[in-house]
């Protein structure tokens, strides 16, 4: 039996580790999996992959800004529209922003990072645990009670520790752990697990190129000790344990995944 009988609602699917998500679903068995991101092309891209690793998956694509509270409820009542229910919420979409102390950024710079990465986070899991709310827990691989759903925020090592010319993105991702942490409390009496996945720096688009944020990223490999940036499907391979039922008694948790950067 697969660990993911239910339903499966990624954001950020069209790219990095919302995709490797996406995919990481599908191949474990899970047979309906909504996708959403503002990228449709990259959508598109990951709907391929899906159905690549898995013939019979069932897909819902939603092209989504997760600025927007409207287009984020469309794609929680489009998912359930077709598949009648939200198991397994990983919320993914994310901006790296640019690296700047805070006298050289603006408060538009703030609002945009801000934004996506805590109140569009904020956002999706609203509506995720709003209709968590209304359904029954599925069976469990082991018959073990099960939970009505499951949430996984992206959060990141620098929700932990900071670093420089990051003060904005910093401080969006400790308000995600903070907000799972405070979430995970207030829904443990109605059976639904929220936790959060800290990454260190991961190989995706986020990372990649010449641009300020990428650069410095450099000396922040160096400083963990494995030396080396996590793959997607590492970050992946979390937020799937943690929506499984594997993890019915993990709540709340920050899971640092991030070669040993913030033990250093
Ligand atoms: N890559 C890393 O090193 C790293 C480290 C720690 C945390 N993270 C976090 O992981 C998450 C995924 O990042 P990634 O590395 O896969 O980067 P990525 O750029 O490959 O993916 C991010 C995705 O979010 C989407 N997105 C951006 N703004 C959006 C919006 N307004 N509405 C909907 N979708 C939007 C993008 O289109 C993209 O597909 C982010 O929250 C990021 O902050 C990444």
Redesign the pocket.
């Known amino acids: 039996m697969t660990l993911f009988p239910g339903v499966a609602l990624v ?9 490797a998500t996406a995919i990481s679903f599908a191949l474990e068995g899970c047979r309906r999996i909504a996708i ?4 449709l092309t ?1 959508l598109h891209e990951t709907a391929k992959y899906l159905k690549e690793v898995s013939s019979d998956v069932d897909i819902l694509v939603n092209q ?4 927007e509270e409207a287009q984020i409820e469309d794609m929680v009542q489009a998912t359930v529209a077709k598949f009648g229910r939200v198991d397994y919420a990983v919320n ?5 922003g640019t690296r700047e102390r805070s006298t050289d950024l603006t408060a538009k710079q703030f609002d945009f990072v801000t ?3 805590y109140r ?2 904020w956002l999706s899991s609203r509506f995720e645990l709003a209709q968590m709310l209304k359904q029954e827990p599925l069976p469990t691989h082991d018959g073990r009670a099960g939970n009505r759903g499951a949430i996984v925020n ?5 929700g932990i520790v900071s670093t420089n010319n990051a003060p904005v ?1 910093c401080a969006s ?1 400790a308000a995600v752990i903070s907000m799972t942490k405070s979430d995970a409390i207030d829904y443990s009496k109605e059976n639904i697990r929220i936790n959060c996945v ?10 990649q190129g010449e641009s300020g944020f990428t650069k410095a ?1 450099e000396t922040s490999i160096a400083i963990a000790p494995m030396n080396r ?2 793959t ?1 499907q590492e ?1 992946a391979d979390a937020c799937l344990f943690l929506c499984s039922s594997k993890a019915s008694f993990v709540q709340g948790h920050a899971m640092v995944i991030d070669g040993g950067y913030t033990i250093n």
Not at 154 to 158: D, G, H, P, R
């Open positions: 954001t950020g699917a069209a790219s990095g580790i919302g995709r959403s991101d503002i990228n990259g989504v800004d997760t600025q993914c979409a994310g901006v790296g934004n996506i990465n569009g986070v992206i959060a990141s090592q620098l993105y991702k800290c990454p260190g720096i991961v190989d995706t688009p986020m990372t990223l940036r996590g997607p970050i």
